[in-house]
């Protein structure tokens, strides 16, 4: 794999690389955009720690303060790994890899 650093991602579609399609492959349902991707992958996520945030809630209601520095570990902690995360995906490939970044969004 060569892994191929290419800076900040402009939003701009057309300067990602391209290959030929490959014949009979079955075309990827996606979203039009990514701002609604954003919105759907939000939606699901608000959802999901609504729905797991009940327990917690229940069991340690009184003493949910106690426990603040723990919450906030489990916040910072998951942002702090994705990046190395789309590392680890990008050393699956057997290819070329061509990573952008785009810390602000």
């Known amino acids: ?3 191929h650093y290419q800076g900040k991602y402009n939003l701009d579609p057309e300067i990602l690389p391209k290959i030929k399609h490959q014949p009979n492959a079955v075309k990827f ?3 039009s955009s990514s701002k609604e ?3 759907i992958a939000n939606t699901i996520g608000l959802v999901l720690m609504v729905i797991l945030s009940i327990p917690i809630l229940l069991v340690y209601k009184n003493d949910l303060l106690l426990y ?3 919450v906030m570990l489990a ?3 998951p942002i702090l790994t994705m990046f190395p995360h789309e590392l680890l995906h990008a050393l699956c490939f057997k290819e070329d890899v061509y990573l952008y970044t785009n810390f602000k969004q």
């Open 1 to 3: 794999m060569k892994l």
């Open 29 to 31: 349902k996606e979203v």
């Open 37 to 39: 991707l954003a919105v």
């Open 68 to 70: 603040f520095d723990d």
């Open 75 to 77: 916040v910072i902690f």
